[in-house]
């Protein structure tokens, strides 16, 4: 995430839509976005933008920590947005 931080420093989050049951399960959808800064990885820095939806699915144990955490986006458009045509 670090990395993620440096190469776009106006990251923004918003999320969207919060569900969780009562065994600790939570869905988050979410839209980040941000102006690319620094190289990052294979995506060489040209000022471009991007927003996309996130979903991620994680577990709060009953001390109200996270213990697992999965996220899910569009990786090729991501990448497009950011005008990297090499898809990995």
């Not at 990395?3 to 839209?31: I, K």
């Not at 569009?74 to 947005?81: E, I, L, P, S, T």
Request: glycine share 12%; proline share 2%.
């Amino acid at each position: 995430m670090s990395d993620t931080l440096r190469a776009v420093q106006d990251l923004t989050t918003a999320v969207t839509s919060l569900r969780a049951d009562p065994d600790g399960n939570v869905a988050a959808e979410a839209r980040i976005g941000g102006t690319q800064a620094r190289d990052f990885g294979i995506i060489k820095c040209t000022g471009g933008r991007y927003e996309l939806p996130h979903l991620f699915l994680f577990h709060v144990t009953g001390d109200g920590l996270i213990d697992d955490i999965v996220g899910y986006w569009d990786n090729v458009a991501w990448k497009r947005q950011l005008g990297c045509l090499e898809i990995d």
